[in-house]
């Protein structure tokens, strides 16, 4: 077992990483919308 990643596994982290930068992206938004 070499550790490398199966395409699953690759699409599942760029989908999560996309979701978490589009969270961070609401919360400033947000925040700035406050002001």
């Known amino acids: 077992m070499k550790g ?3 395409e ?3 699409d599942a982290l ?3 990483r996309l ?3 589009k969270d961070t992206v ?3 938004i947000d925040m ?3 002001e």
Do not use: N
């Open 19 to 21: 979701q978490r930068a």
């Open 26 to 28: 609401q919360e400033a």
């Open 4 to 6: 490398e990643m199966t």
């Open 32 to 34: 700035l919308e406050i």
């Open 14 to 16: 760029a989908m999560y």
């Open 8 to 10: 699953e596994m690759i």
